[in-house]
């Protein structure tokens, strides 16, 4: 799903100063030094990645599935003269071993995959940094997603699922998203359909979401410890109760 399609929806919100802070609440709070070498883990099309050259930071590799990310990560260092390490990898087989410092992975990034490998996933990140070395995340939970389809959510009379049916401007484009929650098996779908130019644009796309629970209990079988959680990226203390979501720093043990 991850093509020009979806990038074309999604430009428009990913602001400069959306990036900035980011990255300011990114570097306030981790400790990540300029020697560090750091994987820009899921990069999309670079932005926190160039953000970080442009303050300094030289030792960045940045990884993504899309090729068409990469390709526009690419020419928009090229653009500012950014000199970083952009490939188009999968992260289900990367294999780095005690290379890196700082993984960083932002704007839901984990929880594509089955359980299983979405757990290999973490430690296979873990693996990928040197002793000590920290882990920057961000997510939605479970416990958020529930509430937002019980509160919201119309039972479909086909699936038996609560389902949310919205039109929403996306960077310009009407578009008509279906959602449908699975609460046992915490599967959340979307649907999104759009017109652009006169060509029907439509992607689908299946997130797993945990618990708060479970997203401790896996960090902490992928070998890590966490070391602060808040809300979100305004620095809002994290509460279980209120939180849509989390960004965490965790720490390799």
């Known amino acids: 799903m ?12 990913l602001t400069d100063s959306r990036t900035k802070n980011e990255t300011d609440f990114l570097l306030t709070n981790s400790g990540i030094e300029k ?3 750091i994987l820009d883990l899921a ?13 300094g930071y030289r030792n960045i590799t940045g990884l993504d599935y899309s090729q068409t990310f990469i ?33 960083v992975t932002i704007y839901t990034t984990l929880g594509y995959f089955d359980d299983e490998t979405n757990i290999d996933v973490l430690k ?3 693996k990928s940094l040197k002793p000590g070395g920290k882990f920057w995340m961000d997510n939605i939970r479970a416990e958020s997603i529930a509430t937002r389809f019980k509160t919201d959510g119309v039972i479909d009379g086909e699936s038996g699922l609560p389902t949310i049916t919205r039109e929403v401007d996306m960077s310009g484009h009407m578009t008509s998203e279906i959602e449908t929650y699975d609460s046992h098996k915490q599967l959340m779908h979307s649907h ?22 479970q997203w401790d209990e896996m960090l902490q079988k992928a070998g890590f410890k966490i070391l602060k959680k808040w809300s979100d990226y305004d620095g809002i203390p994290f509460d279980t109760k209120e939180s849509h979501g989390f960004v965490l720093l965790a720490k390799k043990v």
């Open 2 to 13: 991850f093509d020009q399609k979806y990038l074309d929806t999604y430009i428009e919100g």
């Open 35 to 37: 020697s560090d070498r």
């Open 43 to 55: 990069c999309g099309h670079g932005r926190h990645s160039i953000e970080l050259f442009s303050r």
């Open 71 to 103: 390709d526009k990560a690419l020419i928009d260092a090229t653009d500012v003269g950014a000199e970083i390490d952009f490939q188009e990898a999968d992260m289900k087989q990367m294999n780095y071993d005690s290379e890196f410092d700082v993984v």
């Open 124 to 126: 296979r990140i873990n």
């Open 192 to 213: 999104r359909q759009w017109t652009d130019k006169g060509d029907q644009k439509e992607y689908d796309f299946w997130l797993r979401v945990y618990t708060e629970e």
